[in-house]
């Protein structure tokens, strides 16, 4: 049995020991990599990231798909903007109310995607697409195409106040982190997102209402994109369209290189922040060792492949479509 | 002609095959029988090609062979007939035929349709069956596709010079009698052109069929045995290891039902195309049993009282009260479990562990607004594995690597933890070795002696007699006839029958 143990001990670890390995290479080939400023330039970066692919995370243990993240996200940072500034502009004043209403609106627009899903049984994929433009299309709307600027000083201590080095915000991403892996381990939406991705006849057949669990998958998942335009939009002071830009590919392929399966029923949240650390180290480090922008973009495609490579049991799988 | 030589399979912590010799000769049939996770499955492996072999020798016409693929074991005249189905349920017979031999068929890229026709109807007439090579494979039935699946791997005559040998795994799973009786004559018609290794869950047709009987246990062949020789009860020791209860149904812990307590009553219930007209009676601690051939109605019926399908007309009432709703939801919660036959699909989550399996349909139970105590979870989990003798490391083990026996077993605590009392058993014993269909028995005796109705559509007639209180015998979507089957004057096989067809 050791030598099963030791492989499947290997796979699962597998993504935490090519974090440390990017680390080490980085360190060694620039000694500045090695710094706590750098890291936690590295955190801050991947604080928005983190929760999308949070949110993503769920979605893809269910064996779904959700590619809406960037419509939500622009949809959720105007929609704060635009209420936070019209409540007073100022955290401490009645304007906090727009925190909780962002997350509300993430949760409704992941209730509408999920529904569509759902109802009129449209596979996840091309729902969550749609659905993706329909929110750049209201963003637009809401904005004209114009930057609404968020400059409560309060609001941006996210960023500019730090706790050992660190920006505040990153405490509180790793806070939602744990709320996450509180849904995912200790509560009946948790466990049912596992029993749809593992077996949907069965979960079925065990009186578990599937469509149920979908659309409530799709609300969490929500919130989650809500909470990454919070840290976004706190992050550049800036509420626009462009928001959620990028941020589909990077969530993706933080879940897939973290070692979540594509067609559900594992992996988790741990999983999601490992392979967005990796992400962002890399990113990071092509910068202080000095490749050019359009490089990265290139190596972490690159990686995608190589991490669904890696992770895919190909015995049990002859064929993928 | 064919031979293995102290073959070995070894994998991480299993030694799947210890220093197997098997041989089969020119136009033999050889029987291959075990218990689940004998070996079985990894001997057939080997020999078409899917695995290879650690140690030992593999040989072809005296000539050392080693198979990388089954591609390499058909080119020496090896074909496998699957017991899961293969085809390719939305191509043609014909393209199912020859599916991955094309070529011979294509002039400059272009499929000859009619060649390839007239080649298939060649193969078919083989396994004489009369079908358009051009039909669409997921209009056949059963028994045809097992056919066509014959026909595939008989076209290796065509292909390969030399000898055939060809794997039957479980090809009378899904037949009934009569087609077991063609399939059985064309394998003896076939003998002339290849030999042919059976393998079978059902010993009775594989001393029927076969000349010799290899038996295999815990990775080894115990016994070779010529089948004028056999008879099924020293096989079924040599399988298990020691003697089969004689009581084997358990008939002297029946015990009679609690007639007063109606759980289930089902009143002149129909659904158009399926069955008509169905009334019956559950009682507390009775176990019903419907009888009847493959699309008869049981299956549907059982789906309509767990909720899965809507009755057309009638009326479905559980422990006096009619059901308005109908889904699988409102039957778990009125304590209706459904124990289906696909253990796999509908039975067990696989890559989740013993403890989450068994609490998917009480979450409710075990949560408090929606979080759950995973360590009353837990302790439950232990408690059903002590109680049904479950063979897992622990409650966290992986439901996915159990055995069928052990699966079936977490799927019947699910149910029996949550409280259901009314249990519906669709084939519980279907693919099951010995030992595990007597636990499955024995599980079926202590549920209806704590008051649990038992709804069961059984795996054979005799262990539908041999289990039942009572038995309704369903043809064409309707009961033909009840049977009272009180232990000591139950119904014969024969009764059955000349009510079923």
């Known amino acids: ?321 | 002609m064919f031979e293995l030589q102290k073959v070995d399979k070894i994998f991480p912590g299993v030694h799947a095959l210890k220093a197997v010799d098997f041989e089969i000769k020119r136009g033999e049939i050889v029987g291959l029988v075990g218990e689940n996770g004998a070996g079985k499955s990894t001997l057939m492996k080997v020999i078409y090609g899917a695995y290879q072999h650690d140690g030992g020798q593999v040989f072809v016409d005296g000539k050392t062979v080693r198979f990388h693929n089954p591609r390499q074991a058909m080119d020496m005249g090896v074909g496998m007939v699957f017991q899961e189905q293969s085809l390719i349920p939305n191509l043609t017979v014909m393209e199912n035929i020859f599916l991955g031999f094309e070529k011979q068929f294509v002039n400059f890229g272009v499929i000859d349709w009619k060649k390839m026709a007239e080649a298939a109807r060649h193969q078919l007439k083989k396994v004489k069956l009369d079908i358009s090579p051009s039909t669409t494979t997921s209009q056949l039935s059963f028994a045809q596709r097992q056919l066509v699946e014959l026909a595939k791997v008989l076209t290796l005559e065509e292909r390969v010079q030399g000898d055939l040998v060809i794997l039957l795994d479980e090809p009378t799973s899904v037949l009934a009698k009569d087609e077991i009786k063609l399939l059985f004559e064309l394998v003896r018609d076939l003998r002339s052109r290849a030999s042919f290794i059976f393998v079978s869950h059902r010993l009775d047709e594989v001393i029927d069929l076969s000349d010799r009987i290899y038996v295999l246990k815990d990775g080894e062949v115990v016994d070779v045995v010529n089948a004028d020789e056999a008879d099924v009860d020293s096989i079924q020791r040599e399988m298990v290891g020691r003697n089969i209860n004689k009581e084997y149904y358990r008939e002297e812990q029946q015990k009679p039902y609690d007639d007063t307590k109606v759980l289930l009553e089902l009143e002149s219930v129909g659904n158009s195309g399926k069955y008509r007209d169905i009334s019956l009676k559950l009682h507390a601690g009775e176990v019903l049993c419907l009888v009847g051939t493959e699309g008869s109605g049981r299956e549907a019926i059982l789906r309509t009282i767990y909720g899965l399908q809507r009755p057309e007309s009638g009326s479905v009432s559980i422990k006096g009260q009619a059901l308005k709703g109908f889904s699988a939801k409102c039957g778990v919660e009125k304590g209706v479990a459904y124990v289906p036959r696909e253990r796999k699909i509908e039975g067990i989550v696989g890559g989740m562990t013993v403890f989450e399996n068994m609490t998917l349909s009480q979450m409710g139970n075990y949560s408090r607004a929606g979080v759950l105590d995973v360590r009353h979870e837990r302790a439950l989990a232990r408690e059903w594995i002590e109680k049904l003798s479950i063979k897992a490391s622990s409650e966290n083990a992986d439901c996915g690597n159990l055995s069928g026996g052990n699966q079936q077993k977490v799927v019947l605590a699910k149910w029996r933890s949550g409280g259901s009392d009314i249990i519906l058993l669709d084939h519980p014993t279907r693919g099951l070795d010995i030992g595990a269909k007597e636990d499955v028995y024995d599980m079926v005796r202590d549920m209806s002696a704590a008051g649990i109705g038992i709804i069961l559509v059984a795996d054979t007639l005799e262990e539908a007699i041999g289990l039942s209180h009572t038995i309704a015998v369903v043809k064409d979507g309707e009961i033909q006839k009840w049977f009272d089957c009180k232990p000591g004057c139950k119904p014969s096989l024969y009764d059955l029958i000349h009510y079923m067809i």
């Open chain 1, 1 to 321: 049995m050791s030598q099963v143990m030791s492989r499947e001990n290997l796979q699962k670890w597998a993504p935490v020991l090519v974090l440390i390995a990017l680390i080490l290479f980085f360190s060694i080939a620039n000694p500045n990599f090695m710094s706590v400023r750098n890291f936690a330039r590295i955190a801050m970066a991947a604080t928005p990231a983190l929760m999308i692919s949070i949110g993503i995370t769920f979605i893809i243990i269910m064996g779904s798909i959700d590619l809406s993240m960037e419509g939500a996200v622009a949809v959720c940072a105007v929609v704060f903007a635009t209420l936070f500034l019209s409540l007073g502009g100022a955290l401490d004043s009645w304007a906090w109310v727009a925190l909780p209403a962002t997350l509300v609106v993430g949760a409704c627009f992941g209730l509408v995607n999920g529904l569509v899903h759902v109802k009129l049984k449209i596979p996840s994929f091309m729902a969550s697409l749609s659905m993706g433009f329909v929110g750049i299309g209201l963003s637009l709307l809401m904005t004209g195409g114009d930057r609404i600027r968020v400059e409560d000083p309060l609001f941006r201590s996210l960023l500019t106040e730090r706790v050992l080095n660190f920006p505040l915000m990153v405490y509180f991403a790793g806070l939602a982190l744990l709320v996450a892996w509180f849904i995912q381990s200790r509560t009946r939406i948790g466990r049912n997102f596992y029993a749809v991705g593992g077996g949907e006849e069965l979960a079925h057949a065990s009186g578990l209402n599937v469509n149920r669990v979908r659309v409530l998958g799709f609300m969490i998942a929500g919130a989650f994109y809500a909470l990454g335009a919070l840290f976004a939009v706190a992050r550049i002071g800036i509420a626009e369209t462009a928001t959620g830009y990028n941020l589909m590919f990077i969530s993706i392929t933080s879940v897939v290189v973290g070692g979540t399966a594509l067609w559900g029923g594992t992996g988790g949240v741990w999983n999601s922040l490992v392979g967005v650390l990796i992400v962002n180290v890399i990113a990071n480090g092509m910068i202080v060792i000095g490749l050019p922008r359009y490089v990265q973009d290139g190596v972490l495609g690159v990686l995608v492949i190589l991490a669904v490579y890696l992770s895919t049991d190909r015995k049990s799988l002859a064929f993928v479509k």
